[in-house]
């Protein structure tokens, strides 16, 4: 079995961004030499996200209005969580579009299905934040 791990930074202009880092994660596969077992990826911080989805403009507007509805950035006032902080809604935006994602490795590759991509979701940006990937296998 071996065992693979790596921290990857990230440090947005924006307080929201998504960022595919596909490339990045296969990258990641490519060092560890593993061609068969399981990629863990999270994001090692509570206010952002990892998760799979479409790589489509139209879609990722949706969700920055989709999650805007259910958790408005401002006023920061309506969060009990905002007594010395701005970010309740990074927190609460972060526990929709999830923690973490794990992937199938097949034959060195990451095995998706025909639309997937890997995406680290920004809700509480402009700062050093770090995604995890663990890979283990053979
Ligand atoms: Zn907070």
Redesign the pocket.
Known sequence: MKFYRKELWFHTKGRRQLINITGQIQQCLDESGIQEGLLLCNAMH??SSVFINDDESGLHHDFEVWLEKLAPEKPYSQYR?NGF?D??D??LKRTIMGREVVVAISEGKLDFGPWEQIFYGEF?GKRNKRVLVKIIGE
């Open positions: 509570i206010t969580h902080e970010n309740a990074a927190h509480d």
